[in-house]
């Protein structure tokens, strides 16, 4: 809500450049809170049904510390986040796909400077991250199973159905390098085809999304492009571009604790989710 209100202000005191990027933090925030919030009720919706809790604690308000904010209850708040993530970011329909639309950046910011400086205005319009749209179709259906313990049986069924396009496209963005493709620009150009970005690949692996001997390769791909050689933990993109400044540091190759822990996580799916485990996944 202050970012809202911030953001409104800005627009009549400051240039219009600067508005919009605060508004993008706004955006980045909502987005950020319905997956943490997500998170943080998992362990209910994952339960077996008799073992989980009365639903009675999505009905509880929250104390808030802004003065004069209005006060809803969890259930409001992840319904809003909800609207706001598939109504107000969007989708973006390409050819054979359809795809969350990446607007300012999701993970990484600096996901614009990956494009030339004409076509990033229209990928803030119409641009798709495979990132978001790996993460909402391994998250959406935790938030269909909450919105099924609540009574909301259609939201239940419209999250579920969001969740299995997102997941159609996200497949789509499959590389024949052996990986998944990073975002797609608003006229159909593919960012990476020839890196693998970090990202979206350990989404895609634990939302069920790697199909057949995809699996196996693209434990390849991560050990041989974004571990090899990294004591520190995976690279956030490799082969890392020679024009990369700065090369193999921040987002041009360096190393995210916020990276690696997933990866570890889909390893650990990998290893053991199959009948035949992946070369390499388990020492990944």
């Given amino acids: 809500t202050a970012g809202l209100w911030l953001a409104r202000l800005l627009r009549h005191v400051v240039p219009a450049r600067f508005a919009e990027r605060v508004e993008s933090f706004r955006v980045q925030r909502l987005t950020s809170e319905f997956w943490l919030t997500l998170f943080v009720l998992m362990p209910a919706s994952l339960a077996k049904p008799k073992e ?6 999505l009905d509880y308000t929250p104390l808030s510390k ?19 993530l598939s109504q107000d970011v969007g989708l973006s329909a390409g050819s054979g796909f359809t795809l969350l639309r990446a607007r300012y950046g999701d993970w990484n910011d600096g996901i614009l400077e990956l494009l030339p ?14 990132l978001t749209s790996a993460h909402a179709a391994y998250v959406l259906p935790r938030f269909a199973d909450l919105a099924d313990m609540h009574g909301d049986v259609a939201l239940a069924a419209e999250a579920r ?27 159909g ?17 634990v939302a069920g999304l790697v199909e057949g001997d995809r699996l196996g390769r693209l434990v390849a791909a991560i050990e041989g492009n974004l571990r090899k050689g990294s004591v520190l933990g995976v690279r956030n993109v490799g082969p890392i571009p020679e024009d990369a400044a700065p090369k193999g540091s921040g ?28 070369d390499g996944a388990r020492e990944l």
């Fill in 251 to 278: 987002t041009s190759g360096g190393v995210w604790a916020s990276l690696s822990h997933p990866i570890v996580w889909a390893a650990g799916h990998a290893a053991t989710g199959v009948a035949s485990e992946p």
């Fill in 52 to 57: 989980r809790p009365p639903p009675q604690y």
């Fill in 161 to 187: 159905t969001l969740a299995h396009t997102l997941g159609e496209g996200v497949k789509a963005m499959w590389r024949d390098s052996g990986w998944f493709a990073r975002a797609v620009g608003a006229g």
């Fill in 66 to 84: 802004l003065r004069g904010a209005r006060k809803s209850p969890v259930w409001q708040h992840l319904v809003t986040a909800y609207r706001h």
């Fill in 117 to 130: 400086a004409h076509s990033r205005s229209r990928f803030m319009r119409d641009g798709a991250s495979v």
């Fill in 189 to 205: 150009e593919v960012i990476g085809a020839e890196q693998c970005y970090a990202e979206p690949q350990p989404w895609a692996v």
